[in-house]
Structures are given as structure tokens and as C-alpha cells.
């Protein structure tokens, strides 16, 4: 299970947490998907103040990393950035299980992720 941050995001993911009312060694980020978006599923990233008892943990530099069990096959091998620009900040991902994407970037198809299934990617 993978999920890469790239160094702008990270240096922003951190920033986001120590900005936060009582930062705590728990404290990190959710990464998972839920239904919805123009192509099916979107992306969600919260703060969160400790993982949740089924989520998997992963860290990166000094970010924990909570994911979603339900969300694990869809978004392993995601890599998030985030960028900068006149129309348009915020965090992209770019995600190998991909099938289809929206325009926006927000939302996506994937082949079946589901445990009984051949993996994605």
C-alpha cells in the first residue's frame, strides 16, 4: 500500500497541521474516496486527529498517512502534489488505477478494486 507525497505537498500538509488548533503527535491526514464527482468516485483529504482502528498508517517525511481500508485498492500508488497557479491551487492526484478521469481532476473510474477481484494496476 502506497501513497506518495510530493515535497510541495508535503511542506503544505505540515503547514495545514501546525496551523490546526492542538497539533498532536496523532495528528495526520485521511486520504480515501467516496462515491461521487462527474466519473464516479472523488478523492477526500481531511485532518485528522488520529487514525481511525482500521485504517491503514503509513508516513512520509513528517506526515501520517491514515487510509481509508475501504478506499486501500483504489488509491494505491496515488501520487498527491500539490500546485500553484493564477486559475487554479490545490492538491492533484494522479493515480495509477485510473481508468478514466474528469476534467477537473477531482474525480475518476477505476477497474474493480474489490478484495475478491484482481488488484488494480
Known amino acids: 500500500m502506497t501513497v ?3 515535497e510541495r505537498a ?10 490546526t ?7 495526520g491526514i485521511r486520504v480515501g474516496v467516496s ?3 462527474c466519473s464516479g468516485y472523488q478523492y477526500t483529504l481531511d485532518i485528522a486527529n488520529e487514525p481511525k482502528p482500521d485504517d491503514v498508517i ?3 517525511g513528517r506526515v501520517k498517512i491514515y487510509i481509508d481500508p475501504q478506499a486501500a485498492a483504489l488509491i494505491n500508488g496515488v501520487v498527491v502534489d500539490f500546485v500553484e497557479g493564477l486559475m487554479d ?3 492533484k492526484f494522479s ?3 485510473a481508468t478514466d478521469t474528469c476534467g477537473c481532476g477531482q474525480s475518476f ?3 474493480d478494486c474489490t478484495p475478491a477481484a484482481v488488484p488494480c494496476s
Request: charged share 20%; no cysteine; glycine share 14%.
Open 4 to 6: 506518495t507525497l510530493t
Open 10 to 19: 508535503e511542506l503544505r500538509l505540515r503547514a495545514f497541521l501546525q496551523g
Open 21 to 27: 488548533a492542538n497539533p498532536t503527535d496523532t495528528k
Open 35 to 37: 462515491d461521487g464527482g
Open 58 to 60: 503509513e508516513q512520509q
Open 89 to 91: 491551487s490545490g492538491f
Open 95 to 97: 493515480n495509477p488505477n
Open 109 to 111: 473510474q477505476a477497474g
